[in-house]
C-alpha cells in the first residue's frame, strides 16, 4: 500500500490483486485482536496510526462478502480523494487506448474466471502462498506462547539457565587459565657478563611481571566463583594459582639469595594455607556432585539413569554410568596428586626454614601420592629431592639450590625445577 494512501486507492490495489473476488470487505486487527472493518480514508489512518504506536505493520485482511454486505460507497473526505477520482478515468482511459492491454485483460479475464471456477469446485486457494510465510510466523509465535507460558516451560527455563551459567563461568575459568599459562614464560637472567644490580632488577621485573599474571587469574577465576558458587573447577584453580603464588614467593627469596633466618614467610605461609582451604572445599564440593550423580543412576525414575550430563570445564555432554565412573576416578587422582604435591612443596620451605611440622606434612604428601595411584618407585625418587636430604656427601659437589621433586599426572613423573624459571 503506498504513503498516503486513500480508501479509495486500497479499493482498486484489493481488486487488482484479487480480480477474481468479486464482493470483499477491508478489515484490520484492532489492540483486543477484534477485526474491523475500513469505510473510509480516515478510518484507514485511524489503522495506520494504531499500528505506528505499536510499532508494527498494518496487516489488512480481506474478507470474501456477499454483494449487500460490501460497503462500496465512501464520501471523499479530503482533497486526496477527489484528485485521485479524477486521475482514475486518465488511467484507465490510457489502458483502453492500447488494444494490446484491451486484448491482454480479457484474457486475464478468461483465466480469473477460470481460476475462480476451479478454485469453488477443487478448493483450492490460488492466491495461498501470498504471505504463507508471515502467517506461519505468526501461527508459530501463538503457539509458543502457550508453551512459554505453561507450567511444563519452567523447569526447561531453569535447565536453560544453568547451561547459560556454566557457560559463563566457564568462559572466566578459561580466561584465569589463559593468564596461568603466560605466567610460564621463560624469563633468562644474564648472570656471566651482568653485574649484581642489573641481575636484581632483572629477577625483581621477572617476579613483578609473573606475579602480575597470578593476580589475574585470581580475579577471573573469582568472577567465574560469583557467576556460578558451586562451581567446583574454578575453586580448583583459584587452590592452584594460590599455590603457585606461593612458590613464586620462595623461589624469588632464594634466588636472590636471602637469609632465610631473617626473611619474612608469614605470608607465604598464608598463600599455602589458602590453596589448601580452597583444595578442601572444592574436593567436599565435588564429592556432593558425585554423590548425586550416583543416586540418579540408582533411580529407575530418573531421567539420567542410564546417561550421566557431564557439567564444568572437564567436558560437556551425556556419559554413560561406567564413563562417568572412569572419570570420576580420574578426578581424584588427579586431586590428590595436587594436594600432595601442595603439602610436598610445604614441607620442604618448611624444612628449609625450620619451622613447622615438615615431616607431619610430607607423610601426608606421600599418603596423598599412593592414593593417586603412584607408584613406590616414583615416590621414592621424589623423596629423595626433598631438603631434608640435602648436604654435599664426601666427594661430592652440593646439590642444586632448589630440587623441587614433584609427581605428575596419571604416569606419575619427577620433574625437577630450576629456581629461576
Not at 42 to 69: C, F, G, M, N, Y
Not at 154 to 164: G, R, Y
Not at 232 to 247: N, R, T
Amino acid at each position: 500500500m503506498p504513503v498516503n494512501c486513500s480508501f479509495k486507492a486500497l479499493r482498486e490495489i484489493v481488486s487488482n490483486r484479487l480480480p477474481f473476488s468479486k464482493s470483499v470487505l477491508i478489515k484490520y486487527k484492532d489492540n483486543d485482536g477484534d477485526l474491523i472493518t475500513v469505510t473510509s480514508t480516515s478510518e484507514l489512518k485511524s489503522a495506520e496510526s494504531a499500528a505506528d504506536s505499536l510499532l508494527t505493520k498494518l496487516r489488512l485482511h480481506i474478507v470474501e462478502v456477499s454483494p449487500d454486505e460490501e460497503s462500496v460507497l465512501e464520501a471523499p473526505d479530503s482533497e486526496m480523494d477527489n484528485n485521485n477520482e479524477k486521475e482514475a478515468p486518465k488511467e484507465k482511459a490510457g489502458i483502453a487506448e492500447d488494444p494490446e492491454s484491451s486484448k491482454e485483460i480479457e484474457m486475464d479475464d478468461w483465466l480469473f474466471d477460470f481460476a475462480q471456477l476451479f478454485r469453488t469446485h477443487v478448493g483450492i486457494d490460488p492466491d495461498a502462498h501470498v504471505d504463507l510465510h508471515e502467517f506461519g510466523m505468526e501461527l508459530c509465535t501463538e503457539a509458543l506462547e502457550e508453551t512459554v507460558t505453561s507450567e511444563e516451560a519452567q523447569s526447561l527455563f531453569d535447565k536453560a539457565a544453568q547451561k547459560f551459567q556454566e557457560v559463563a563461568a566457564l568462559a572466566f575459568f578459561n580466561w584465569g587459565n589463559v593468564h596461568m599459562c603466560a605466567a610460564r614464560k621463560r624469563i633468562p637472567l644474564d648472570e656471566s657478563s651482568a653485574g649484581e644490580d642489573v641481575v636484581a632488577t632483572q629477577l625483581q621485573t621477572a617476579y613483578d611481571w609473573v606475579k602480575e599474571k597470578y593476580c589475574s587469574a585470581r580475579q577471573k577465576y573469582e568472577e567465574a566463583l560469583v557467576i556460578k558458587p558451586d562451581f567446583y573447577e574454578g575453586l580448583l584453580a583459584l587452590g592452584q594459582q594460590q599455590f603457585e603464588m606461593a612458590k613464586l614467593h620462595w623461589s624469588f627469596a632464594l634466588a636472590k639469595k636471602m637469609d632465610l633466618s631473617g626473611w619474612d614467610s608469614m605470608e607465604t605461609l598464608e598463600l599455602f594455607d589458602s590453596a589448601e582451604q580452597k583444595m578442601k572445599a572444592a574436593t567436599e564440593m565435588w564429592e556432593k556432585m558425585e554423590e548425586q550423580r550416583a543416586k540418579e543412576l540408582k533411580d529407575p525414575t530418573s531421567s539420567k539413569s542410564e546417561a550421566v550430563v557431564v557439567n564444568g570445564g572437564g567436558g560437556h555432554g551425556e556419559l554413560t554410568p561406567e564413563e562417568a565412573a572412569e572419570q570420576a576416578a580420574v578426578m581424584r587422582s588427579q586431586i590428590h596428586l595436587f594436594w600432595g604435591n601442595m603439602l610436598f612443596e610445604r614441607s620442604q620451605v618448611e624444612c628449609k626454614l625450620g619451622t613447622g611440622d615438615w615431616r607431619k606434612n610430607l607423610d601426608a604428601a606421600v599418603e596423598r601420592f599412593r592414593l593417586a595411584g603412584a607408584s613406590e618407585a616414583d615416590i621414592a625418587m621424589v623423596l629423595k629431592n626433598h631438603y631434608s636430604n640435602e648436604g654435599p656427601k664426601e666427594g661430592e659437589e652440593k646439590k642444586a639450590e632448589n630440587p623441587n621433586g614433584f609427581i605428575t599426572a596419571a604416569k606419575v613423573e619427577v620433574a625437577n625445577e630450576d629456581v629461576k624459571e
